[in-house]
């Protein structure tokens, strides 16, 4: 093996993901530089002046005999000096799967109790669920839902992305939560259609106390689907959490990438962004074509899904390909 350093920048500690990482790579016996980012140059999508993005591009600059990964994490940064970036979001119409790295976010799951009663033993009833932020409060997003539909488009493939990094922190704030328009626009086709949609909105995060636990439980438990659009980053964290309930998650594919490991056509419903139109067709459709064992296969699947990706599998083929990288 040549002596290559791996050079990682992590933009997150915490999660056990970035550990195991950092601890496969060295059982590989590869050299390893850790730079963490220290909280007072936090970095996140609304939060990224011109000025930090230069700070961390010189940060993964190469030296000779070197491999740079960027560990985003919920952050959407894709700057061209790091041979692999490794994070939760990307957009299948640019993002070069052989840089891009899309991991699942089971790291920070909802945890499920086992007391709770996960399995059908019926086919269950057509109701489609929504929990969560809409951003509403924030005059950028409202004022977004009327944008002309091309420049929607562009917002939800990302291009709004490389303002943000030439931006000052204001600009970046601003532009960085406008594709949160696409969270109203879907809830909007929820509640327009005939579906049984039992929709919880929150102006912004509520405190986590054992009463919205309780709720939260409650609202997964009691719904068949879960409507799952993104909001400032291309991903929904949700999408994980309603297959770990055994819920049929609706995926409302604004260029989505999702990691590569699974096959989510089967327990999954995606509903491409320029047929938002169709969401309660799409839906109707998928419960009515199934049986009450079709509901029953299809959470058993999600749930063995969400257990082994809980495992951690999928990480040990992200570090072998960067120690084939330095080799």
Not at 60 to 70: D, I, M, R, S
Not at 238 to 255: C, I, K, Q, S
Request: a neutral charge; proline letters at 4%.
């Amino acid at each position: 093996m040549k002596n290559i350093n791996i050079k990682i920048v992590a933009l997150q500690r915490g999660p056990k993901y970035y550990s195991l990482l950092k601890e496969k790579l060295t059982n590989l016996g590869l050299n390893l530089e850790i730079i963490e980012i220290s909280e007072d140059l936090s970095f996140d999508t609304c939060n990224c002046s011109a000025a930090k993005f230069n700070l961390l591009r010189g940060l993964l600059k190469k030296q000779n005999n070197e491999l740079t990964v960027l560990v985003s994490s919920t952050t959407e940064l894709f700057p061209e000096e790091p041979d692999y970036i490794i994070g939760f979001s990307g957009y299948r119409s640019w993002s070069d799967s052989n840089r891009f790295k899309i991991i699942p976010f089971v790291s920070e799951q909802a945890q499920v109790s086992d007391s709770l009663n996960l399995e059908w033993q019926e086919k269950p009833t057509l109701s489609v669920g929504f929990l969560g932020n809409t951003y509403e409060n924030r005059k950028c997003v409202k004022v977004a839902t009327h944008l002309p539909s091309f420049i929607k488009q562009q917002f939800l493939q990302g291009r709004h992305l490389n303002y943000i990094y030439r931006g000052t922190s204001t600009f970046s704030a601003t532009i960085g939560i406008i594709p949160c328009f696409f969270r109203l626009d879907a809830l909007k086709q929820l509640e327009i259609s005939n579906l049984d949609g039992d929709i919880i909105r929150y102006a912004k995060q509520p405190k986590v106390t054992q009463q919205e636990i309780k709720n939260y439980q409650e609202h997964m438990l009691r719904n068949t689907y879960i409507l799952c659009p993104r909001a400032i980053e291309n991903y929904s964290f949700r999408f994980y959490e309603t297959l770990a309930y055994g819920r049929v998650p609706v995926l409302v594919d604004t260029d989505v990438v999702l990691p590569s490991s699974v096959d989510w056509d089967e327990i999954c419903i995606k509903v491409p962004y320029d047929k938002l139109g169709d969401l309660e067709n799409i839906v109707r459709k998928d419960y009515e074509t199934r049986t009450k064992q079709d509901f029953i296969e299809r959470q058993r699947k999600a749930l063995k899904t969400m257990k082994q990706l809980g495992q951690f599998h999928w990480l040990q083929d992200i570090a072998e390909e960067i120690a084939q990288a330095a080799i």
